[in-house]
Each structure stands twice: as structure tokens, then as C-alpha cells.
Nanobody
Framework: QVQLRESGGGLVQAGGSLTLSCAASGTIFRSNVMGWYRQAPGKQRELVATITRGANTNYADSVKGRFTTSRDNVKNTVYLQMNSLKPEDTAVYYC??????????????WGQGTQVTVSS
């Protein structure tokens, strides 16, 4: 069993910063791509940022230059540093991970979500 646990959401004023963390636990042989998605009320879930095991990153155009994702492969943890936050960044943020729980078993896993609210 693999579980993802997020932390770090909350309420912040526009222009402020927040850092999200997501730790994978359980039976983990290797974590592959990890990242973040978000879903605002009435909208579909969208990609925010992903990072490969080799630290190659990909960002949504809407967050480029403001958000930075990083990871610790030893701790199986992924981070999202969010700066210059805007009210339109308000959403539930979900952690994602592609994980081998065994050499021959691979799956997609999601966290429970953490609320980020940016006030104007």
C-alpha cells in the first residue's frame, strides 16, 4: 500500500507565499514522476507542476515563474513553493505520484487534497 500525505495549505493574501509538501509512504520500491494538480470550484482538475526522478520539471503556463517544484528522492517527498499568489490560484491542490511499489508493480497515487485560498 502506498499513501500520499499533503501538508502546507491554508489562507494567504494575494502576493503572499505558501509551500506545500507531500510525502509518500508505505511499500515503495521507486518513486517516478511526482507532482501537483489543482481543482477550483466548478472547474476540472488541472496540472500545476510535475518533476521527474531526475529533477526535470514541467509547469502550467499560469504558474511559470511563480511556482517551483522540487523533490527529495530519499524521503519520497515532493514540494511546491508558491510565490506571488493570486486569487485565481485558489483551489484544492492534489499531490500525484507514479510509484513502483515493487519492481514489477507500478501505479498512480493521489493525495487527499489540501485547500489553498488566496484572498484579494
Amino acid at each position: 500500500q502506498v499513501q500520499l500525505r499533503e501538508s502546507g495549505g491554508g489562507l494567504v493574501q494575494a502576493g503572499g507565499s505558501l509551500t506545500l509538501s507531500c510525502a509518500a509512504s508505505g511499500t515503495i520500491f521507486r518513486s517516478n514522476v511526482m507532482g501537483w494538480y489543482r481543482q477550483a470550484p466548478g472547474k476540472q482538475r488541472e496540472l500545476v507542476a510535475t518533476i521527474t526522478r531526475g529533477a526535470n520539471t514541467n509547469y502550467a503556463d499560469s504558474v511559470k515563474g511563480r511556482f517551483t517544484t522540487s523533490r527529495d528522492n530519499v524521503k519520497n517527498t515532493v514540494y511546491l513553493q508558491m510565490n506571488s499568489l493570486k486569487p485565481e490560484d485558489t483551489a484544492v491542490y492534489y499531490c500525484y505520484a507514479d510509484i513502483h511499489s515493487r519492481m514489477d508493480r507500478r501505479g498512480d497515487y493521489w493525495g487527499q487534497g489540501t485547500q489553498v485560498t488566496v484572498s484579494s
